[in-house]
């Protein structure tokens, strides 16, 4: 099971990564000065899947450095349900929360 939430973790920092249009190297570099060294290649490792987990240590600083939270990684993948809609929009919307569609 680990290997599985490690991965869907990495995707969701690598989409919002992606989203906001940070370079491996910004990450990398943000997450250094949030106290958690780390280099571009060793972000590339992760990211590709060459290393297969990931620790909260790590988690906490790409949120960080991403400028979001646990529970919004969290429910991107899809772990822990919406608080604010359960998971589960009403028919026809869209949770502003975590952008769940219904």
Same mark, same amino acid.
């Given at each position: 099971?680990?290997?599985?939430?490690? &991965? !869907?973790?990495?995707? +969701?920092?690598?989409?919002? #990564?992606? @989203?906001?249009? /940070?370079?491996?190297?910004?990450? $990398?570099?943000?997450?250094?000065?949030?106290?958690?060294?780390?280099?571009? &290649? !060793?972000?590339?490792? +992760?990211?590709?899947?060459? #290393?297969? @987990?990931?620790? /909260?240590?790590?988690?906490?600083? $790409?949120?960080?450095?991403?400028?979001?939270?646990?529970?919004?990684?969290?429910?991107?993948?899809?772990? +822990?349900?919406?608080?604010?809609?359960?998971?589960?929009?009403?028919?026809?919307?869209?949770?502003?929360?975590?952008?769940?569609?219904?």
């Amino acid at each position: 099971m680990t290997l599985l939430v490690s &991965s !869907a973790v990495v995707s +969701v920092l690598r989409a919002m #990564r992606h @989203e906001q249009g /940070v370079s491996a190297q910004l990450l $990398a570099d943000r997450m250094t000065e949030l106290g958690y060294p780390t280099k571009r &290649s !060793a972000l590339a490792n +992760v990211e590709s899947g060459r #290393r297969k @987990e990931i620790s /909260v240590d790590y988690l906490v600083a $790409a949120a960080e450095a991403l400028n979001t939270d646990l529970l919004t990684v969290l429910v991107r993948c899809q772990l +822990v349900a919406c608080p604010a809609c359960k998971g589960s929009p009403p028919g026809g919307f869209t949770c502003n929360s975590c952008g769940a569609a219904s």
